[in-house]
Structure formats: C-alpha cells, structure tokens
C-alpha cells in the first residue's frame, strides 16, 4: 500500500502538474471557453488508462498459466521501460516543460479545431495515465494483495489532486525539483523489483531458463533444484522462506520497497543489480549535472522548481 500510494502520488502529481501549466495559459490568455475541450482530453486519457488496467485484470481469466506469466513479464518489462525513460525525461525535458506545453497549446488555439485541443489534454496526461496503470497492474501481480496495492494508489492519487489544487492557489508551497528527484530515486529501486519480477514471470512460463525448465542444476543429494553458487545461472540464488515467510509482512515491506523476495533465482538477482546499478549510476550523474548556480537559482525556469502559481501567475 505504501508503495502504490507513492507511485500514486508522483505520477498524479507529475500530471497535476502539466494540466496546471495549461489551465493557467488559457487562462492567461483568456480563452477559458476553451478549457472544456482540454478537459475533455484529459478525461479521455483516464478512461483510456482505466480501460487498460480493466482489460489487464479481467482478460487474463481465461488464458493458461503459462499464457499469463508469459503477458505479464512482457508488461512488466514495457512498464519498466516506460518507468527508465520517464526518469530520464524529466531530467533532460523539466526546464523546458512549460514552454513546450504552451507551444503546443498555441498551436491548438491557431488552428482552431476541437479535436486539437483535445488532443493536447489527451497527449499531455495519457503518457502518465497509462505508465501508471502499467506499473500499478505489474506491483498488483507481484505482491497479490490487489485491494490493499489499489487502495494505496487511489489514496496517492487523490493526494496529488489535493496538492495540485493547493500550489494552483498558492496556499502550500512544495520544492517540486526536489520532490520529483527523491521520487525519481525511489522508482529506479520499484522499477529494478519489478524487473525481478518480470524474470520470474518469464522463467515461470519456460521463456528463459530457470527452476522451472530442464536448464534447473538439480542438487545430488536432495533431488531438489540448486540454491547458492553451485545452481549458477539457472537455479536459485538464496532461499530465506524459513526466517522470512513469504506472506509475512516483512516479505511484503521488502518486496514493495526494495523488490526482495525470500526466495530468488540467479537471473531475478543479476537483473535487479544490474539495473540498480547502471540506471543509478546515470541517474545520481544526471542528478549532479542538473545542480543549478547561484546565478539560475535566482531565476527558476523550470516547472519543477517553482509552484503552479508561480507558472500560473507568469
């Protein structure tokens, strides 16, 4: 639940953010009468990433075992990707959020036309939506506590809608660089679990080797399938369901904050470090090389740092 609830938050924020910079522009422009054309855009984005995770949970029913972990790997993987270049976008694309959105809009406005300026709504919150739904539907699958994991992104959801309408009128203040940086942070941890995961998924449905193919080391002396060094690559890395249950709440803490499960193969161990490590690597670079001066501190362009009602007022 906590997990959902800060992925919830974020993203909701992050799309808060960019339906503020356009509300405010039309506002600033006078053209509220076009604002419900925008709003219809931003409406069909969510039913869009509603419809996605409908389809996601209720169309697997009637496939096999197999079939389900075979889609569901795959859209872990997409939802990862999605995550990785998410990161980096807001890195490289934060300082020009703003103009770009309002370029966009001007050139919906010059044409004209209503489906322009639903487009731009759609465009501008369908990206967030349907990460979101991916990413969600893919930690629902892993920690099987579908209830909690939804309640806890409904609660960070509504929660960003509350601090967007908050900056919107300048009762609360939120440093949005740094928000969106420590977050970034935690989703490079979520996104290599959910990598894990997406490698379970796959072995589970014989796509890549593991436990549960013929390529599984087979200990001698207990008939069972390796765990430790000796079942490298293919086997288990460690198994530590005898002092953590997999139900317990610590297994799920773990899994939800860090992606550990008590029990792991070589190939999840290897996937989670190695993303961990070179998405990290160039995120902490990006992080250092995106440290502003005493100069550009004064004069903060970037959307993530300064408030919506700074950008609406502007």
Known sequence: MLATFLIGLR???EAALVVGILVAYLRRLGRQDALPRMWAGVG???????????????????????????????????????VTWMIFWMQKAGRTMKATLESGLDRALSVGGLWALIAIGFVSVAREGIETTLLLWSMVQSF???????????????????????????????????FFAWTSGFLVIVAAGVLAYA??????????????????PIDPTSGAVGTGWSAFPFGWAFDVTAVIPPDSVWATVLQATVGFMPRM????????????????????????????TRDAATVPADPATS????????
């Open 199 to 216: 490698v379970m998924d796959l072995q589970e449905a014989g796509a890549l080797p593991g436990p549960f193919t013929e390529a599984a």
């Open 44 to 82: 069909l984005a969510i039913a869009l990433a509603l419809g996605i995770g409908a389809v996601l949970t209720f169309g697997a029913y009637s496939l096999t075992f197999e079939a389900q972990e075979l889609i569901g790997g795959l859209l872990s993987l997409l939802a990862v990707g999605m």
């Open 265 to 292: 193969t070589w190939m999840q161990v290897s996937a989670w470090t190695l993303y961990f490590v070179i998405v990290g690597i160039f995120f902490i670079r990006g992080i250092r090389s995106r440290k502003p």
């Open 11 to 13: 993203e909701g924020l």
């Open 144 to 178: 099987g506590d579908a209830p909690a994991a939804l309640l806890g992104a409904l609660l960070g959801l509504a929660g960003a809608v509350v601090i967007g309408w908050l900056l919107a009128r300048g009762a609360v203040k939120l440093d949005l660089r740094r």
């Open 307 to 314: 408030s919506l009602t700074q950008q609406g007022a502007a």
